[in-house]
């Protein structure tokens, strides 16, 4: 059965630091993987996605992704860390042939000014 | 485009009360998914429509919960005779196709608390 794991829960950097946030994937095939952001108390909103080509995936607000198919892995990284950037990230991967998703726990990434 | 509409932002209702929650999707997506997400965990599938037809309902749809998406547009969530369980936020989501290609666009959610 596929499942994401984002393991770490928590994530602080200082303002301007670089950033990588983890997730790591079991799926049956090549998956498509989804990074999702949420601000308090708001919806979920899509950062970037993987679906085949290129492993290293741009997305908005200066985020980028590398699939490691070796490592089973989509992480999420950013050069230089916002104070806007706090919020939680999920990680996601479709189940397969479907349309549901299979979200992560989150990380939820705090920025010191 | 003006992304997915949910309403109420904010729930509060005593236990055992029925709440109805709306979600209108991006007009041309044709597919709208509903999505539980308690505290400190990611969100869970709880149904699907594809345009009226409700295609899967989660494990997780107790038969207190219904939805119904009539003529493919707006879309509703009941919960009967709620339950302190049941306090979490519900997500809506729409798509234009298979969903899993394009990514859901969601809406900000319902925060329900059940006191």
């Known amino acids: 059965a596929q499942s994401v794991t984002q393991p770490d829960i928590h994530i602080t950097v200082s303002e301007g630091a670089s950033l990588e946030l983890r997730c790591n994937y079991s799926?049956?095939?090549?998956?498509?993987l989804f990074w999702y952001v949420q601000s308090p108390g708001q919806g979920l909103q899509l950062l970037l996605k993987y679906f085949s080509g290129d492993t290293l995936v741009q997305g908005i607000k200066g985020f980028e992704a590398e699939f490691k198919r070796s490592q089973s892995s989509f992480n999420l990284r950013k050069p230089s860390v916002h104070w806007s950037d706090a919020a939680e990230y999920f990680c996601?991967?479709?189940?397969?042939?479907?349309?549901?998703?299979?979200f992560g726990t989150g990380t939820r990434l705090k920025v010191l000014a | 485009d003006t992304g997915v509409s949910q309403d109420p932002r904010h729930k509060i209702t005593k236990r055992g009360q029925n709440v109805t929650f709306r979600c209108d999707p991006i007009s041309e997506h044709n597919r709208l998914y509903w999505y539980r997400q308690t505290l400190g965990q990611g969100p869970e599938f709880l149904t699907y429509?594809?345009?009226?037809?409700?295609?899967?309902k989660s494990r997780l749809l107790s038969d207190r919960f219904s939805a119904e998406r009539p003529k493919g547009s707006f879309s509703t969530l009941e919960i009967q005779r709620t339950e302190q369980g049941d306090s979490a936020m519900y997500l809506c989501a729409s798509s234009r196709r298979t969903g899993d290609t394009y990514g859901y666009t969601f809406g900000s959610g319902t925060r329900l608390t059940v006191v």
């Open positions: 996601a991967v479709p189940t397969s042939g479907t349309y549901k998703y299979i």
């Open positions: 429509f594809q345009n009226e037809a409700q295609l899967e």
């Open positions: 799926y049956g095939a090549t998956p498509y």
